[in-house]
């Protein structure tokens, strides 16, 4: 058999197999790299439909990820409409559309009820395993492929991938993590799902694209994203625990000076190097690429966004009426939570010992613009290490958006984080990863 670049991978390992027990080859076989969301429902999926599948995954056991997500709850996915999941992937929504109507959100509901795993809908349309347990979800997964023949091959790491140079399938040099032994599969149709870059300690050390460099595609430059970011006023430390609810956050440009982002209503936390929760991670899910590149932000934290500059002005002079001769820091006691009066009036410039009876009204503008927007410098993330997804991945133009199948590469399919799209948190990137996968897995089967 000549198959060019099988000979080629084999070569740049330095070593050829010496018979061809090490040569796996069956002409129905569908090969999938990942054992994650996107992984585990292609496999699933293809294996349902009667391919013949192997999965390698590199770690010692499925869904490494799965475990940690949603605090351990797996927030698998949004179960909204169409249009509102839609809405909540930031980059190439369009994309989606064909595979989440396939495989939506009720779809994977029903997939996990029936093999095992029942579920719950929480605030936001968050869906979760009724247990509260994520390693159900990955249990479900497992159910099924197994119970469909699924060869699961774990501690495996695939190292090379190739095409046949006949057209007839791929090869894939996967080596034993365990005991270092190298084995060379042949497959029809190869399923990449090795994730992004973000939390590498579960498995994702972004393999997957240098695999798509190998065969010319594209890959758009990458970002943590959904990561909490570093502030450089250090004295934010001194509020490191300190969690804020029902406020809004806007970004300056530095640079520019223009505002490049506004949030909706939400919740935010203060750590010991910056910022995280919700509404930062949102924002740097948003700005991901600017920010990965050392652009510099003025972010504002809107403590009071329920009130007007007028009606809060109003409600300081309410405060100070019959507090004369208090200082200024208690008597913004029932405004402001105890953590952030200092902050706050550091900002407007106000000493807190300072009586009330003393303040001007010039003074008393400055505190509501620090309380309306008590701002920090952004300079930067906390990077893949905590990272809930990465930014980039494979081009979406080289992918068709109903198989997966890469274009021009019939057989070769991308699914899951590793290509070019991310949602906001709320389930929507596990429902994209295995919207992803199931696209890929059925698609397979009708080749
Ligand atoms: C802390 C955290 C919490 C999160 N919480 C949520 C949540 O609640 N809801 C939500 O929707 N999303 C959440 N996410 C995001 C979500 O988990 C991912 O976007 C999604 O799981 C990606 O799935 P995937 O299958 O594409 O990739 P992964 O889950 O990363 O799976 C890729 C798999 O491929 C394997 N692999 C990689 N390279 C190779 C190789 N060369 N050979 C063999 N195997 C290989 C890896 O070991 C890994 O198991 C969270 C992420 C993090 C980090």
Known sequence: MRIAGFFRMITDTGSRPSNKRNIITDMNKVMIIGGGAAGMTAAAAAAENGCRVILLEKNEKLGKKIYITGKGRCNFTNACDLNTFLENIIANPKFMYSSLRAFGPYEMIDFLEENGCPTKIERGQRAFPLSDHASDVTKALEKCMRENGVDI?????????????????????AVNVKNGKRRV???DSLII??????????????DGYRFAESFGLTVRPLAPALVPVTVEEADTALLSGVSLKNVTITALDIETGKQVYESDTGEMLFTHFGLSGPLILSFSAKLSHELEEGKKYRLSIDLKPGLTREKLDERILR??????NTDIQNAISKLIISSLRLPVLKQAGIDPHKKVRDIKRAEREALSDSIKGLSFTINGTRGYNEAVVTSGGVSIKEIDPKTMEVKGHPGLYFAGEVVDVHGYTGGFNIGVAAAMGHAAGTACARR
Do not use: Q
């Open 185 to 187: 599969y042949h497959a």
């Open 319 to 324: 405060d100070f009426d019959g507090a004369k």
């Open 153 to 173: 091959e774990l501690n495996t790491e695939v190292r090379e991938i190739g095409a046949m140079e006949d057209g007839g399938g791929y090869a894939v040099t």
């Open 193 to 206: 799902a090795t994730g992004g870059l973000s939390y590498p300690s579960t498995g994702s050390t972004g």
